[in-house]
């Protein structure tokens, strides 16, 4: 059941740039269980949109099914949405994006929904630079169908009903980093400081912008032995650096030591501000972001924050020469070639 | 010897190997006849494969307007080495046969019965041209060249093709002819000629173009609006939308800043595709997908949602050989089933069926309004035969006061007066709800979109009045749509005798002629062609009106005679199957034979429901 939420307002409840209040961007009562992880990266999506007073109804959110899944319910309920069948989020997201080029897309998809049952249409999203945010929230298992192994379950990790993985992991980042993703970041549902900046950030790329958030669940994957649990990401987190972002035309008031910071900035004229940054790694290149992942994996940490991003990236409409007018306002003069064309063309097979 | 006679009513077979360009060669034959006013219906036979495998190309001229394909080969033309025993088979007692001279004919081919024409067609090409590639296409021009003598076409016709087809590469044209006149003159040379089977001149084909399905329902998606095109590659499929490609890259860019009004999306299978369009329908584009059965089978997940979540599709479902991959390259009709219920639970799609090219433009751009007015997957019915072959078809047309039925769409300024939206609320009555498109108002109109099961105003729920509310709503939309899709073609003003014949899509053609065969033979029969599922009234009339019906199609397990008993309530042994499932398009005498069987065992036992001839 859904559940719609009382909306008391205060008069003074504070507003952003267009006057929207936080409680704007929510959505129904959550229904998923005490203390899950989908609820935390749910509060950072309302939060990152109300910071980059996006209006809600120019955001479409998607996702396939799964716990993750059905979370797009309990933010942003004046933004129309799209629950899609197990793992085919992807091309429902491609089909939207093609026909409105000016909304902004919000995909979230759950371990299994990726990176098993949609892998390929994971992977082709990717390959397409569908401009669309893709939040992973990754829980190394199957939640909705109470707890099996996924496929980004950590090689040894045990399930609560005692059963150990023997299959290798596969890394999302790490397998979008090689597939040429314009935008790759990884974070923590339990580390709001961390993911509301760079779910902004990502909203702000032209292109497909990852993000791998480590999600705990609760009921069937939060023990000590599990490498997704709480206690255990907290133990081994690790970041690249602490991000800020700054969007555009706002004015840059911080300013870090040269050497230990890195600005990048965004084709609309925002900027990342990247501090106490990681050593050998440069948020633009491509290979210091596989090396540092690999140096952290080798050391059992789990690598969080921004690990790379194309500021030259072309998504789905330029690579696809699309007009500037979305095809969906496109009307039968703009598509129709008419009855004197028709004829030229029966002409041609006479 | 026997020696077959006969003027504008005869059939030319070529065997070919594929990948040798002889498909250019053998469309120019077509073409002649066609442009001499004789109707004329051209068939590949093709392999799965792209170089080296024998393939054949089947021309029928009917000055009477047979469109169907029919039995028996007239004239063999005989360029490929490796099917010859089977070739020389084919030709009717009294028929003729066409071969390369250059070397001696085996004795093993040499049949009493049948007329020789060699042809040195290698040694003629190596002696004129030099380079290997273009002894090899020259060689099919010289043998289109020989024809013209051996069967009277106007020369001038030919040279008029040639001009035509080489209009940007005019340095073509001289060698082309000087192909066609080598075959011409050694004829001439050699032999008597015409052959007892010629052409003569007519004027009846009045307006008609000869065009294949799969570019009509291209052109039909353009016309219609669709501006997104997803797809997996399979034949016969595929040329949809490389036809649509084609025509885009010409008639929907924009002129100033060079950038396109349509996108193609070619995905990693039809899954995505299928998901491609609904994203794209869902967000308020026109979007369409082309696909054959197990591209289908693929899709099946996503049209139950489509039809669900009530968020229109089309998709062309160019059929083929099955089960599995089954005959890719050959034609049938054996998805009706699969396509009529796609997806699990209670779900069911509408069908559309063309019978001409003509009809692939019309319902292609029909089946884009229908799915946005009715907001569900609308499927039209083509197939291998209809798609890939060319057809003497009716000219397409387009009334340009024709304006697209988007269905129900509110508007920002609609919403605004709205007191409560509610997405899934029949305020009319006709079981069809408003929809909004993303983005469209600031507060009003936002929905959820799910495949599960949900409330008038879009919430989820497992209460299961709500569940059945909707359930029934549908099946209301689905009586609406009877009222929507196009009607059944009755043969006749008023039913006048006892049994009725159905048919539909390709099976048109070989029907049609059946009935006058079975006329000359004094079997007289009402007829009906399906357009559309689901059936309307008429359709129940039809068979209502007849004591026993001829069900005819091209598939083993009579699954349109299955869909009427199911949907129609009509007792199975009023259905009688006529069926036709080698591959090949259905021919008239195998309806015809299977018919008059039938019929006559008709008068002498009752209990005849079951009575299938295998095809011949
Ligand atoms: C085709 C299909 N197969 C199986 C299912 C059942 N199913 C629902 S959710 C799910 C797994 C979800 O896992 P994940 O994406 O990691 O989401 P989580 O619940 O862990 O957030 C499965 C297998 C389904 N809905 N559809
Ligand atoms: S089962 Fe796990 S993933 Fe699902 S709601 Fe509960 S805690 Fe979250
Ligand atoms: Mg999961």
């Given amino acids: 059941m859904t559940y719609i939420k009382p909306r008391f307002r205060h008069p003074e409840l504070p507003r952003n740039k267009i006057g929207y209040a936080k409680a704007d961007y929510e959505g129904a009562i959550s229904t998923l269980c005490a203390g899950c992880g989908h609820d935390s990266i749910s509060a950072g999506i309302v939060q990152a949109c109300y910071e980059l007073s996006i209006e809600p109804h120019r955001l479409a959110k998607l996702s396939g099914i799964g716990c993750s899944s059905k979370t797009p319910t309990y933010f942003l309920s004046n933004s129309h949405g799209f629950n899609a069948v197990h793992g085919r989020m992807p091309s429902i997201a491609t089909g939207a994006c093609l026909a409105n080029r000016e909304l902004i897309y919000l995909g979230v998809s759950g371990d299994g929904d990726s990176a098993s049952i949609g892998m390929g249409q994971f992977v082709h999203a990717i390959r397409r630079n569908v401009n669309m945010v893709y939040i992973v929230m990754n829980n190394g298992c199957y939640g909705l169908t109470k707890g099996q192994h996924s496929a980004t379950a950590d090689a040894g990790a045990q399930s609560k009903t005692g059963s150990t993985n023997p299959f290798p992991s596969i890394d999302l980042v790490g397998l979008a980093l090689e597939l040429g993703a314009t935008f790759v970041g990884r974070s923590f549902s339990g580390d709001k400081k961390q993911l509301v900046p760079l779910i902004k950030a990502a909203m702000s790329h032209p292109g497909f912008a990852l993000l791998d958030v480590i999600s705990p669940c609760v009921t069937f994957n939060n023990q000590p032995q599990s490498t997704k649990s709480y206690d255990y990401v907290r133990a081994h987190l690790e970041a690249t650096a602490t991000i800020d972002f700054v969007p555009h035309r706002e004015e840059i008031t911080v300013s870090y030591q040269p050497g230990h910071s890195a600005s990048v900035e965004l084709h609309d004229g925002s900027v990342i501000q990247l501090h106490k940054l990681a050593p050998h790694w440069d948020p633009t290149d491509r290979n210091s972001a596989v090396t540092r992942l690999l140096e952290s994996k080798m050391k059992g940490e789990v690598l969080t924050g921004l690990l790379y991003i194309d500021p030259e990236s072309q998504g789905l409409h330029e690579l696809e020469q699309t007009v500037e007018q979305p095809l969906n306002t496109l009307k039968e003069e703009d598509l129709n070639p008419g009855a004197e064309v028709l004829e030229e063309i029966n002409n041609s097979f006479r | 010897m026997e020696q077959l006679n006969a003027v504008n009513d005869f059939v030319v077979r070529f065997a070919n190997v594929n990948g040798t360009g002889s498909a250019s060669a053998n469309n120019m034959f077509a073409k002649a006849i066609f442009r001499m006013g004789i109707p004329v219906t051209p068939k590949n036979i093709f392999p799965s494969n792209i170089q080296g495998l024998p393939t054949w190309y089947e021309v029928r001229i009917s000055e009477k307007g047979y469109l169907g394909r029919r039995e028996g080969v007239d004239l063999m033309v005989c360029i490929n080495p490796q099917s010859m025993a089977e070739d020389v088979a084919s030709v009717k007692p009294g028929g003729y046969f066409l071969y390369d001279s250059t070397k001696k004919l085996h004795p093993q081919f040499i049949r009493e019965d049948i007329h020789y024409i060699g042809l040195p067609m290698t040694d003629m090409v190596m002696h004129h041209y030099s380079e290997p590639r273009q002894r090899q296409l020259f060689k099919n021009v010289v043998y289109v060249g020989a024809l013209s003598a051996l069967l009277d076409i106007e020369f001038g016709v030919l040279e008029s093709i040639i001009r035509d087809q080489f209009k940007k590469k005019e340095k073509l044209i001289a060698p082309n002819i000087k192909a066609l006149e080598l075959g011409l003159?050694?004829?001439?040379?050699?032999?008597?000629?015409?052959?007892?089977?010629?052409?003569?001149?007519?004027?009846?084909?009045?307006?008609?173009?000869?065009?294949?399905?799969?570019?009509?329902?291209?052109?039909?998606?353009?016309?219609?609006?669709?501006?997104?095109?997803?797809?997996?590659?399979?034949?016969?499929?595929?040329?949809?939308?490389?036809?649509?490609?084609?025509?885009?890259?010409?008639?929907?860019?924009?002129?100033?800043?060079?950038?396109?009004?349509?996108?193609?999306?070619?995905?990693?299978?039809?899954?995505?595709?299928?998901?491609?369009?609904?994203?794209?329908?869902?967000?308020?584009?026109?979007?369409?997908?082309?696909?054959?059965?197990?591209?289908?089978?693929?899709?099946?997940?996503?049209?139950?949602?489509?039809?669900?979540?009530?968020?229109?599709?089309?998709?062309?479902?160019?059929?083929?050989?099955?089960?599995?991959?089954?005959?890719?390259?050959r034609t049938q009709q054996p998805d009706i089933l699969s396509s009529a219920y796609a997806s699990h639970g209670d779900t069911k799609h509408i069908l559309l069926f063309p019978s001409t090219p003509a009809e692939c433009f019309e319902m292609t751009a029909t089946a884009l309004d229908l799915a946005d007015r009715l907001q569900t997957p609308v499927i039209v019915m083509s197939d291998l035969d209809l798609g890939m072959n060319e057809h003497l078809s009716p000219p397409l047309k387009w009334d340009d006061g024709r304006r697209y039925d988007r269905g129900k769409v509110l508007s920002a300024e609609e919403l605004e007066k709205l007191e409560k939206f509610g997405r899934y609320l029949d305020v009319d009555g006709d079981g069809i709800c408003f929809r909004t498109i993303p983005g469209t108002h600031p507060t009003k109109g936002s929905f959820f979109t799910r495949g599960t099961s949900k409330d008038e105003y879009a919430r989820y729920t497992e209460n299961g009045e709500a569940y059945v509310r909707n359930m029934d709503r549908l099946a209301r939309k689905w009586e609406t749509a009877k009222l929507k899709v196009p009607p059944p073609e009755l043969y006749q003003n008023e039913n006048r005798h006892r049994y009725g014949m159905i048919f539909f899509g390709t099976t048109t053609y070989a029907a049609l002629e059946a009935m006058d065969l079975l006329r000359e033979k004094g079997i007289e029969l009402d007829a009906m062609r399906l357009a559309s599922f689901p059936f309307s009234e008429t359709v129940r009339q039809f068979i209502e009106q007849h004591e026993k019906v001829f069900v005819i199609e091209q598939n083993r397990d009579a699954q349109m005679r299955s869909l009427l008993i199911n949907e129609l309530e009509i007792a199975p042994r009023q259905l009688i199957s006529v069926l036709n499932y080698d591959g090949k398009p259905i021919p008239a005498d195998t309806i015809e034979q299977q018919i008059a069987r039938t019929f006559n065992s008709e008068t002498t036992k009752d209990d005849v429901h079951k009575a299938q001839v295998p095809a011949s």
Wanted: aromatic share 10%.
């Fill in chain 2, 185 to 329: 003159h050694y004829i001439q040379e050699h032999y008597e000629y015409p052959l007892g089977i010629r052409l003569e001149r007519r004027d009846k084909v009045n307006d008609s173009i000869l065009i294949d399905g799969n570019t009509a329902c291209a052109l039909g998606a353009i016309y219609g609006g669709a501006t997104v095109a997803a797809w997996y590659p399979i034949t016969p499929s595929t040329s949809v939308v490389s036809a649509f490609g084609k025509y885009v890259s010409r008639l929907r860019i924009d002129p100033e800043s060079g950038r396109r009004k349509f996108a193609i999306v070619q995905a990693e299978d039809e899954l995505a595709a299928m998901g491609v369009v609904i994203g794209a329908t869902w967000n308020g584009a026109r979007a369409f997908t082309a696909t054959s059965g197990p591209g289908v089978s693929l899709m099946s997940e996503f049209l139950g949602l489509a039809y669900f979540a009530e968020i229109p599709a089309v998709l062309i479902n160019v059929q083929r050989g099955g089960p599995s991959t089954g005959m890719p390259t």
